[in-house]
């Protein structure tokens, strides 16, 4: 019997794939609907996404083969989905995060900010937090994690080297004094009386060898007394940097995932609802574009980041804060620490002419996104392009400027150089060439963008969002934000599951056709549950940047999912916090828009 279910388990995704979808097809085949039809297939994706029993790339493919066969969609309609305006976005961002990486312009950044916050265990631990996220909101998630990782092991096992050592010589040279105390005083035989020396040369030998044996013995019990306290501090020792290693990996993984919550490439998820809402509700005017995602979400973050340390300070480090921000302290150790982080600042050497183009580059891209229609002023897209139609939108700016990284030379170019043999230096390779691009691009995120856009479309096409719609009309009699808190929460569960870019696909369509059948803001549920999605905290299978931390951080996987568990209320409570405040008035949430009033008949 257990060799068999070992065999069923080793086969389990062919097993799936085979039985999902002859179990799911009575569906089509009893209720004979356009709705019925669209259901079945992404029922079966959600499955599919849900086991991984396929590549979840090839999952978002299914689309492209049911909705024809299906009648849903013509095929030339469905394949359009698959590169819309917000996969322009999301490569234009992923360029330019890949042009930050390969100059080591990232690292250069994060050592800066650490040589400034210092080695105290809070101190450096906020440093990290801090600096993870701020990464994390241009960079991807896990390249964040697995940079900063390492150098947080490297200062935390130089602490503990440093202190080990410390106590060492602290106890050798109060052995060595007492010792020194010891043979220099007066020794007296075991009757009381001093020893004296003897005029016979035999009995002053036995005498002295008599005094020796003492000396040795006396020696000996002390060493054996104290060997029990030095193993008890060597073990207290180790404990404390092991909990306190545990706590600086999961403050790292946490904050890359806070992070990529702050702007609009920062993650997958965020990208993937403004393609829906502009997707669903294509007269919205643009309400989500970089410079309002940031807007709302930067504070939001900001507050979850420092909710987020104040949890892992608790639960790590305790509250004496005279240990954990040295008030009053210093330790020679931390110079030692210290100065891990300044060798490793040293080896990057002075900024090169490479990465300062590069750090040009990101500045200038990051001022036009904010620039480009910030809402309380006409941006300059609206004045110089804008003026009847959104010709020039965020997916524009972003593949502009990750175009000239193809085009700026690495080196500055010296028209008389010479290379090293005298022959004519040749020319310099560009900041991004293809071959750095096709190697760290993750193209299967891009088919995930569009398997999400065209379900969405298919949705609406086949009349199954009017009949969802309906049949989430009682849902009217809650207050709203009981609904968005429960609906976040159930978001937050099934990410700890699912990917995040899965879980976002399959609710968002699903929340845009709740608010329109009971009149409320699309936004109002959709922009909380997009952000919970981020928030997989408890399982190391849960996000990369988890995995990451569980494999450096000696971490078990109830030290996770005990402290993850807490951080999924904190963060869906400060992101309805978020909502509920000034989320209302940059959205205006407490009215129902004319755009979201889009009920079609199938």
Same mark, same amino acid.
């Given at each position: 019997?257990?060799?068999?279910?070992? +065999?069923?388990?080793?086969?389990?995704?062919?097993?799936?794939?085979?039985?999902?979808?002859?179990?799911?097809?009575?569906? @089509?085949?009893?209720?004979?609907?356009?709705?019925?039809?669209?259901?079945?297939?992404?029922?079966?994706?959600?499955?599919?996404?849900?086991?991984?029993?396929?590549?979840?790339?090839?999952?978002?493919?299914? @689309?492209?083969?049911?909705?024809?066969?299906?009648?849903?969609?013509?095929? +030339?309609?469905?394949?359009?989905?698959?590169?819309?305006?917000?996969?322009?976005?999301?490569?234009?961002?992923?360029?330019?995060?890949?042009?930050?990486?390969?100059?080591?312009?990232?690292? =250069?950044?994060? $050592?800066?900010?650490?040589?400034?916050?210092?080695?105290?265990? +809070?101190?450096?631990?906020?440093?990290?937090?801090?600096?993870?996220?701020?990464?994390?909101?241009?960079?991807?998630? %896990?390249?964040?994690?697995?940079?900063?990782?390492?150098?947080?092991?490297?200062?935390?096992?130089?602490?503990?080297?440093?202190?080990?050592?410390?106590?060492? =010589?602290?106890?050798?040279?109060?052995?060595?004094?007492?010792?020194?105390?010891?043979?220099?005083?007066?020794?007296?035989?075991?009757?009381?009386?001093?020893?004296?020396?003897?005029?016979?040369?035999?009995?002053?030998? !036995?005498?002295?060898?008599?005094?020796?044996?003492?000396?040795? /013995?006396?020696?000996?019990?002390?060493?054996?007394?104290?060997?029990?306290?030095?193993?008890?501090?060597?073990?207290?020792?180790?404990?404390?940097?092991?909990?306190?290693?545990?706590?600086?990996?999961?403050?790292?993984?946490?904050?890359?995932?806070?992070?990529?919550?702050?702007?609009? %490439?920062? %993650?997958?998820?965020?990208?993937?609802?403004?393609?829906?809402?502009?997707?669903?509700?294509?007269?919205?005017?643009?309400?989500? /574009?970089?410079?309002?995602?940031?807007?709302?979400?930067?504070?939001?973050?900001?507050?979850?980041?420092?909710?987020?340390?104040?949890?892992?300070?608790?639960?790590?480090?305790?509250?004496?804060?005279?240990?954990?921000?040295?008030?009053?302290?210093?330790?020679?150790?931390?110079?030692?620490?210290?100065?891990?982080?300044?060798?490793?600042?040293?080896?990057?050497?002075?900024?090169?002419?490479?990465?300062?183009?590069?750090? %040009? /580059?990101?500045?200038?891209?990051?001022? $036009?996104?904010?620039?480009?229609?910030?809402?309380? !002023? @006409?941006?300059?897209?609206?004045?110089?392009? /804008?003026?009847?139609?959104?010709?020039?939108?965020?997916?524009?700016?972003?593949?502009?400027?990750?175009?000239?990284?193809?085009?700026?030379?690495?080196?500055?170019?010296?028209?008389?150089?010479?290379?090293?043999?005298?022959?004519?230096?040749?020319? @310099?390779?560009?900041?991004?060439?293809?071959?750095?691009?096709?190697?760290?691009?993750?193209?299967?995120i891009l088919l995930l963008l569009g398997g999400g856009f065209a379900l969405a479309h298919g949705s609406e096409k086949s009349g199954l969002s009017v009949w969802l719609g309906e049949s989430l009309i009682p849902l009217q009699s809650i207050p709203p934000f009981a609904i968005s808190i429960l609906l976040c929460l159930l978001v937050a569960m099934f990410t700890e599951c699912s990917s995040n870019t899965a879980t976002t696909t399959l609710f968002l369509p699903i929340l845009a056709s709740m608010a329109t059948a009971i009149k409320i803001h699309p936004l109002y549920v959709m922009f909380p549950c997009t952000i919970s999605a981020s928030l997989a905290f408890m399982l190391p299978v849960a996000t990369p940047p988890n995995a990451i931390a569980f494999s450096y951080g000696n971490l078990k996987v109830m030290d996770m999912a005990k402290t993850g568990f807490i951080l999924n209320f904190v963060g869906v409570l400060t992101v309805n916090i978020a909502i509920n405040t000034w989320g209302v008035p940059m959205f205006q949430l407490d009215t129902f828009p004319s755009w979201a009033n889009?009920?079609?008949?199938?």
């Amino acid at each position: 019997m257990a060799g068999f279910l070992t +065999s069923l388990w080793r086969y389990r995704n062919y097993i799936v794939i085979v039985l999902t979808p002859l179990l799911l097809l009575p569906l @089509p085949l009893i209720v004979q609907s356009s709705e019925a039809k669209c259901a079945f297939a992404i029922i079966l994706m959600a499955l599919f996404w849900c086991t991984e029993c396929i590549p979840l790339a090839v999952t978002a493919l299914l @689309p492209v083969i049911l909705f024809p066969m299906m009648g849903i969609m013509e095929a +030339s309609e469905v394949c359009i989905q698959y590169l819309k305006d917000s996969n322009m976005l999301f490569i234009g961002g992923l360029l330019v995060a890949i042009a930050v990486e390969h100059w080591n312009l990232h690292k =250069r950044i994060a $050592l800066q900010v650490l040589l400034i916050v210092g080695v105290k265990p +809070s101190l450096l631990m906020i440093g990290f937090m801090s600096t993870t996220a701020f990464l994390s909101m241009w960079i991807s998630n %896990t390249a964040s994690t697995a940079m900063m990782l390492p150098i947080a092991n490297a200062v935390l096992q130089q602490l503990c080297e440093t202190e080990a050592n410390a106590e060492e =010589r602290e106890s050798s040279a109060n052995d060595g004094q007492e010792n020194q105390a010891f043979e220099m005083g007066d020794y007296k035989e075991s009757n009381g009386k001093e020893l004296k020396p003897k005029d016979n040369n035999i009995n002053m030998d !036995i005498e002295t060898k008599d005094t020796k044996e003492i000396i040795d /013995n006396n020696v000996n019990s002390m060493v054996c007394e104290r060997s029990p306290d030095a193993e008890q501090r060597r073990i207290k020792r180790e404990k404390k940097y092991l909990k306190l290693t545990k706590g600086m990996s999961l403050s790292v993984c946490y904050a890359a995932s806070i992070g990529g919550t702050a702007t609009l %490439t920062g %993650t997958t998820p965020n990208v993937i609802m403004k393609g829906q809402i502009d997707e669903l509700f294509p007269d919205n005017g643009g309400i989500i /574009n970089f410079a309002s995602w940031f807007g709302f979400s930067f504070p939001n973050m900001l507050l979850m980041l420092v909710l987020s340390w104040l949890w892992l300070q608790f639960v790590f480090l305790g509250f004496d804060f005279r240990k954990s921000f040295g008030c009053g302290t210093k330790k020679s150790g931390d110079g030692e620490a210290y100065q891990v982080i300044k060798d490793e600042y040293k080896k990057l050497g002075k900024m090169s002419f490479a990465e300062g183009c590069v750090l %040009t /580059n990101f500045t200038l891209l990051v001022l $036009l996104w904010f620039t480009r229609e910030p809402g309380f !002023i @006409p941006g300059w897209a609206t004045v110089l392009f /804008n003026k009847d139609k959104p010709y020039v939108t965020d997916g524009t700016v972003a593949i502009l400027m990750s175009t000239l990284f193809f085009c700026i030379p690495s080196n500055f170019p010296r028209c008389c150089g010479r290379s090293r043999d005298g022959a004519p230096a040749e020319a @310099p390779t560009p900041l991004l060439t293809w071959d750095i691009v096709h190697e760290k691009m993750p193209w299967n995120i891009l088919l995930l963008l569009g398997g999400g856009f065209a379900l969405a479309h298919g949705s609406e096409k086949s009349g199954l969002s009017v009949w969802l719609g309906e049949s989430l009309i009682p849902l009217q009699s809650i207050p709203p934000f009981a609904i968005s808190i429960l609906l976040c929460l159930l978001v937050a569960m099934f990410t700890e599951c699912s990917s995040n870019t899965a879980t976002t696909t399959l609710f968002l369509p699903i929340l845009a056709s709740m608010a329109t059948a009971i009149k409320i803001h699309p936004l109002y549920v959709m922009f909380p549950c997009t952000i919970s999605a981020s928030l997989a905290f408890m399982l190391p299978v849960a996000t990369p940047p988890n995995a990451i931390a569980f494999s450096y951080g000696n971490l078990k996987v109830m030290d996770m999912a005990k402290t993850g568990f807490i951080l999924n209320f904190v963060g869906v409570l400060t992101v309805n916090i978020a909502i509920n405040t000034w989320g209302v008035p940059m959205f205006q949430l407490d009215t129902f828009p004319s755009w979201a009033n889009v009920t079609k008949a199938p």
